[in-house]
């Protein structure tokens, strides 16, 4: 089992040097996810980074370096571990917030595990247990449903409400069957790209008993960012 399991959602407004006027109203998003990390690297060493990605189901190396620069400006980040190699911008998002959230914990390694965004639930399942096996820290990049307000980056659908309601239930109560049961077409209607990679942590944290140490849900511009850090009960 994973020694213990992080969230965090993956926006670039994150990085204070890409925030400008929203650093202050996501100041409290960013305490939420530094905690959260804290905890994690507290717990384990070596991290599994999961994320979804057009691209698909792949593994990223440890010291893989990519940057900001195609979300407004050139911040250099790095997956912990040895220097690797270089994918420069196309590093995908998930992985870009994580290395930018873990360069302050002094993570020794983590590498990163990409799906598809639509990859079935019973494939995400299946990574998750296999990626248990590892007893390392798991962290899990993704964000709710992007469509909350009028001038959410989706506009606004009424089903977003009630969809993240039943994440943060889950995440509050560190119950993985709750994300088990998201259903990928509602989750993808509501452009909700952390609905893949919540079931891979919930194939991961199967068969435990787990505590929510840490949690935030927040939804600044009408888009839902959970963070949260689960612990063995």
């Known amino acids: 089992m994973p020694a213990a399991i992080a969230v965090l959602p993956q926006p670039p407004l994150l990085v204070p040097a890409l925030s400008g006027d929203a650093a202050v109203e996501t100041e409290g998003l960013r305490e939420a996810v530094a ?5 994690l690297s507290a717990a384990a060493d070596t991290w599994v980074v999961v994320g979804a990605d057009p691209g698909g189901r792949r593994t990223v190396a440890p010291g893989t370096r990519g940057t900001f620069a195609g979300y407004g400006r050139d911040v250099p980040v790095a997956l912990p571990g040895p220097a690797g190699p270089d994918e420069g911008a196309e590093l995908p998002l998930p992985l870009l917030v994580a290395a930018w959230a873990a360069a302050p914990a002094g993570v020794g390694s983590a590498r990163g595990e990409l799906v598809a ?7 995400c399942l299946a990574l998750g247990a296999e990626l248990a096996g ?3 820290g798991l962290l899990v990049v993704g964000d709710g449903a992007a469509k909350h307000t009028a001038k959410a980056p989706g506009g606004f659908d009424g089903r977003a ?5 039943v ?17 990928p077409d509602g989750a ?11 079931q891979v942590l919930a194939g991961a944290a199967r068969g435990r008993a787990w505590t929510a140490a840490h ?19």
């Open 35 to 39: 905690t959260a990390v804290t905890g």
């Open 161 to 165: 409400e009630a969809f993240d309601a």
């Open 134 to 136: 590892e007893g390392v």
């Open 215 to 233: 949690r935030h849900t927040s939804m600044p511009y009408g888009v839902a960012y959970h963070v949260a850090l689960w612990e063995p009960a």
């Open 188 to 198: 993808a209607a509501l452009w909700a790209s952390g609905r893949a990679p919540w």
């Open 117 to 123: 965004p639509d990859t079935p639930v019973a494939d």
């Open 167 to 183: 994440v943060a239930a889950a995440f509050d109560a560190g119950d993985p069957e709750a994300l088990a049961r998201l259903d």
